[in-house]
């Protein structure tokens, strides 16, 4: 299957600060990819779909100003955490949409643990 | 718009004997289910996927039915082994915005020894 990357793994940060998590689709182009967030023993909850040189779509609920997501290329997009607080803390996780010929497949990148302190 | 239910959320068995996890959905303009196994702190992982234009789908241990009319799919796994222990999340096509995948609330697979 396609592999997707996503960077860090995992982030501790103080209150207030921003994070920055970057989800890549190593050897295909998506020009969609999503975001989610997981909590402990929980299904997983979407938060936004990023479209390739286009504005992110947000779930209801999820605050746009906060979660600042960009997909500047066809293989990265990237998901801010601004002025982030403890209850921001979760696992986020990414996937890509492979499609193309008989493919159309969501593949997953690894998560990143954000623990705010 | 779609929402997916997905049964049992704890599934106990004896290692080399079957599982079935089902789910249903609503929306009947959904048209490809995809099955995905997530282990403790991993990425979900495809297991096997099936579209509206067939009923069912095999890859080794793993089936997968689809009952369109019903609209329910269910995943089989026979001679379970210990490493089929996971949480598998059912999911279907959204098809009224971009593809989005809504998702089952997942079911703990157990396997005993």
């Known amino acids: 299957g396609a592999v997707v990357s996503q960077h860090p793994s995992w982030v501790i940060c103080k209150s207030g600060t921003s994070v920055k998590i970057e989800c890549r689709s190593l050897?295909?182009?998506?020009?969609?990819m999503f975001w989610y967030r997981q909590f402990p023993k929980q299904s997983l909850m979407l938060m936004a779909t990023s479209n390739e040189g286009s504005k992110a779509t947000y779930e209801q609920g999820v605050e746009k100003d906060k979660f600042l997501i960009n997909h500047a290329s066809l293989t990265l997009s990237t998901l801010t955490v601004t002025s982030a607080h403890p209850e921001d803390s979760s696992f986020y996780i990414c996937?890509?949409?492979?499609?193309?010929?008989?493919?159309?497949?969501?593949?997953f990148g690894p998560g990143t643990r954000l623990t705010v302190l | 718009g779609e929402n997916v239910e997905q049964h049992p959320s704890t599934l106990s068995v004896q290692e080399g004997d079957s599982a079935v996890i089902k789910c249903t959905y609503s929306d009947s303009a959904s048209n490809y289910f995809p099955w995905y196994k997530q282990e403790l702190g991993k990425r979900p992982q495809l297991i096997i996927d099936i579209r509206s234009n067939v009923g069912e789908k095999k890859d080794q241990r793993i089936a997968v039915t689809l009952n369109k009319t019903a609209k329910h799919f269910s995943l089989h796994i026979t001679e379970t082994q210990p490493e089929d222990s996971a949480v598998y999340f059912c999911?279907?096509?959204?098809?009224?915005?971009?593809?989005?995948?809504?998702w089952g609330a997942g079911t703990k697979l157990i396997i005993k020894p």
């Open positions: 050897d295909f182009q998506a020009t969609t």
């Open positions: 996937s890509a949409r492979d499609w193309g010929g008989n493919t159309d497949t969501q593949y």
């Open positions: 999911a279907a096509e959204r098809m009224d915005s971009n593809y989005q995948l809504i």
